[in-house]
């Protein structure tokens, strides 16, 4: 007699054949990305070179000299032309004197400008080819990291099926509750955390909210949940799909002030605060070089475009680096602005530093004040290849102060000190009221003088639970 197999329910087929395709693509994804981003790093067959000044100098005496009739006067010897080119690349240009220590011309005024012109050149080309191939580089980089991430989503951490035991446990908590569970997902990485995802239903014509599940769900696993936002707020009796993310421990209140130099021009200062993701909190200030419009623009952009990129889950080393070549192209290569930015983990309680030419920022705890300063250059100069990110552990209670320049100008010399006198002095914990505190005794401070666009940023870290 022939077994009688178990017939698989189409649920289950439909289901098996999803997760099929969705891994499939995934690594098409990852493949794709992966191979485009390490030929763009690839490094190219032959170094970039650069014209030497002895180079520079041939070439100078080609168009400059054939043709001059005294050019068999001037005695301009290969030792002469060794001499120059040295001199060149040491100063980065010559000077009639510089012709005149090797050899007699007279057109070494038309000369001296026709080797410095084309040694401008050549410093710009070089310059450019750099930028490109760095910007080429840290695209690249970028590519690698998608694929990494489209691996990591498809690979152990994001698992389909194969969660038993824990689909078991849930199932048997959960049916306590009159709740079927038809499906368990998990997503679980650095950047969001983990979270569960439930195809579900409530049995007996019942409806419980999506918190009811999420604190029922809390106990079975012995874990702090909270629903995902944005999603269902009620499971009823058709299968539905929720998620639930681990709770977040800690929690950010903030409070700001900004003003421009002068009530009648903008804010060339831009500020952002937030939160990005499940559990980043993520706080930063750009202050554009100068004041104004031009300066507003670009801040602005900074801002901006770091936003755009925290938002679609980088974390803030490839963003920043990404921010970077970006702006390694910007239509104005001497403009540029600075940025402080700060990363607060609201799981952990890590607050992560980073600075890009910014002024130092402070940290008040029982009382006592630092300072977190951090050496860098602004945006769009930063040529190292690690950033100077520092990290350190936070605890509830803690005050962080971040500021533009224009608040550590207006108080002289001694403002970094001044600061963080009047930071000890000031007993409000309202983040808000402490700012507009020390506002005040900033603008009453002797020989207090506006000088610039003025920012500051008062965060507040507590305990959620």
Known sequence: MPIIKKKEPVEEIFFNELEDIISYNMKQMEHCLTTIGKRMCAEQDEDLEKKTGRTIIESTILKECMLCREKDKCRLTLDGRDKLGELLEKQGGLSVQNIRSVCKCQREKEWVEEINT????????????????EMRRMIGEQYIE???MFRSFSAQKYQLSGVRPMQEIIEKGLKAHHLRVKKVYIYEDDMRGKQIYLFLKAQKGREVTTKEVARWLSVILQEKLQPLPNGKQAIGENYEMMGVQAATKFHVLTGVISRAEKEDMKNGDNFSMGTVGNHRFVSMIS?????GTAANRDSKAVIETLEELLEVGLDEKRAVQLLQSIFVFWPEKERYSTLDYLQIDLHAGIGSFLKLGACPCFLKRKGQVEMVQLPSLPVGVLK?????????????EDFILQVSDGIIDSMGEKGVELLMEYMKQIHTIRPQGFVDELMEKIEKTEGYEKKDDMTMIGLGIWDKY
């Open 118 to 133: 084309i040694y401008e050149r050549e410093l710009f080309l070089y310059a450019c080819e750099q930028r490109f191939i």
């Open 287 to 291: 202050d554009g070089m100068g004041t």
């Open 146 to 148: 998608a694929g990494r």
């Open 384 to 396: 190292e290849k690690s950033l100077p990110i520092h990290r350190k552990k936070l605890e509830a």
